[in-house]
């Protein structure tokens, strides 16, 4: 019978209650809470986002550009003609950053979650990758130095398949987060 995994504590790393649009952390219990306004933000920006790279709205948008363009002579090129055409466009852009960012976050988060959820399925993989995506950028390079060091074992091992784990290397200590030793596995 497998071990029970420990209570997830869930204070630290979670935003606190009707935090809203905050994102908790991809190890974090949480993150399957539901709130009716993010959830209804959420499918809004997945549908927009979706639409939004479908042919039919670049040809829609290519279509305005045009009209805009045959307009121009009408118009004598002048600055309020062009005007509109970058207002329209820094509207749009800048509404449309926040919709696919929402949309790349939820994408980030159940990637995270499928990566965990592989490495802790796989016995020669270490646990305490999980969830490293919460340290900092030099945390982070020292892992990545780490791999460096694997990979040039593995070009000595050759044809040899060989299982290796960073956990071989020494991993340093990384952050305690809270309820977890330093270098849990």
Known sequence: MPAKSPPIN????????GALGAMPTTTSASYAARSAALTAFDRFASAVTRGA????AF??????????????????????????INTGTTIVTFLMVFLIQQSQNKDSVALHLKLNELLAANKNASNRMIGIEDLDEQDLREVAALYVRLAERAKVAGNRKEP?????EGLPALPARAGEPLTAK
């Open 164 to 168: 290796h784990s960073i956990d071989e």
């Open 10 to 17: 869930e204070a630290a790393t979670d935003p606190p209650d």
């Open 59 to 84: 040809c829609a948008a290519l279509l305005t550009v045009l009209a805009w363009g045959v307009t121009g002579p009408l118009f004598g090129f002048s600055e309020k003609w062009q005007l509109v």
């Open 53 to 56: 790279g479908s042919p039919t």
